[in-house]
């Protein structure tokens, strides 16, 4: 029940005159743009797009490689998530700079998962024209990152983009060298890594660590859970973002548990290190994060909690 004192009333009207008295449109600016399978925050001067792609089912049995379903179920439980499946998100990441429009990681272009593919739609709600984006940055080249690179008929779907690879995960992928000692799970990566990136040819640069894509934003040798595996900083003076790509998967359970193996992971052993210490400098540093897999709209940021880590949402109204 509200209850409405004469003072308060008085301060309502009073409210309401000042409203009335604002120039015209003023009381009326449009909110900014928001729809379920997008969402903007700022940082400093660059703005942040989160993309929604949907999601993949998958099954817990020999998800995690060293520990039992049961105790992966319990964590799980812990964060109110199913514990009779994985489910795992895909977002991507873009971030406009003022001269460039940067996205990270191409989503999986509706050729993997049945219940993924959402991103072209939530892109056209967000007002962004694949023909817009002037750079393609990548974290790795797992089928789930860079399908969506090209159509199912093989067709470039962002015609004006360069294409920013880290060196290490292109040397390792694109030498057929590499493919027989690989993981039975790693080998297809080969085959998809020459079709999606075959129609950008001329169109694709390597960076080392510490080397720019565009001005504001660095790469950060993370390997383990690919060869070359990179997470990106974004800086726009003090503000900061980590796009961290797979990192972890679903931070409830790897950032909680961060030494537990996703079977993904290339270098398992590698993976838990680098995953350990890309927490703890996002966590110490208190820098804004974006996760692949993390719960839409996948950004807030990670705090330490006990000998594990725990994601802490961004503030909607705040971002």
């Known amino acids: ?77 812990k964060s109110f998530l199913p514990t009779d499946h994985y489910l795992t998100p895909y977002t991507v990441t873009v971030v406009e700079t003022g001269t460039a429009v940067v996205m990270f990681d191409a989503g999986t272009g509706g050729q993997l998962s049945p219940q993924a593919g959402r991103m072209a739609a939530n892109m056209a709600a967000a007002g962004l024209d694949p023909a817009r984006i002037t750079h393609v940055v990548f974290t790795h080249f797992h089928g789930d990152h860079i399908t969506g690179l090209t159509t199912a008929q093989n067709q470039a779907v962002f015609p004006n983009a360069e294409i920013v690879v880290p060196a290490a995960e292109w040397r390792f992928w694109t030498d057929a060298s590499n493919e027989g000692p690989a993981p039975a799970r790693q080998k297809p990566n080969f085959a998809n890594t020459a079709r999606r990136f075959g129609p950008y040819q001329g169109k694709i640069r390597q960076v080392q660590e510490g080397q ?20 990106w900083h974004v800086s726009d003076g003090p503000a900061q973002l980590m796009v961290l790509g797979d990192i972890t998967h679903r931070p409830e359970l790897f950032a909680r548990r961060p030494e537990l193996q996703v079977m993904f992971d290339f270098d398992p052993t590698t993976a838990v290190e680098t995953r350990k210490r890309m927490l703890d400098r ?29 994601y802490v949402p961004a503030d909607w109204a705040a971002s």
């Open 282 to 310: 996002v966590a110490t540093d208190r820098i804004h994060v974006t996760g692949y897999h993390f719960p839409f709209p996948a950004h807030g940021f990670i705090a330490k909690e006990g000998q594990g880590y725990r």
């Open 212 to 231: 720019e894509a565009v001005p504001g934003i660095r790469a950060v040798s993370a390997f383990g859970h690919s060869p070359g595996h990179t997470c």
């Open 1 to 77: 029940m509200t209850i409405l004192t004469r003072r308060g009333g008085a301060l309502l009207g009073a409210a309401a005159l000042a409203t009335a008295a604002l120039p015209r449109g003023a009381a009326a600016q449009p909110a900014p743009l928001v729809n379920p399978g997008f969402h903007r925050f700022k940082i400093g001067g660059f703005t942040v797009t989160t993309l929604f792609d949907g999601t993949a089912r998958l099954t817990l049995e020999g998800f995690v490689g060293n520990a039992p379903v049961a105790e992966v179920q319990a964590v799980l439980a």
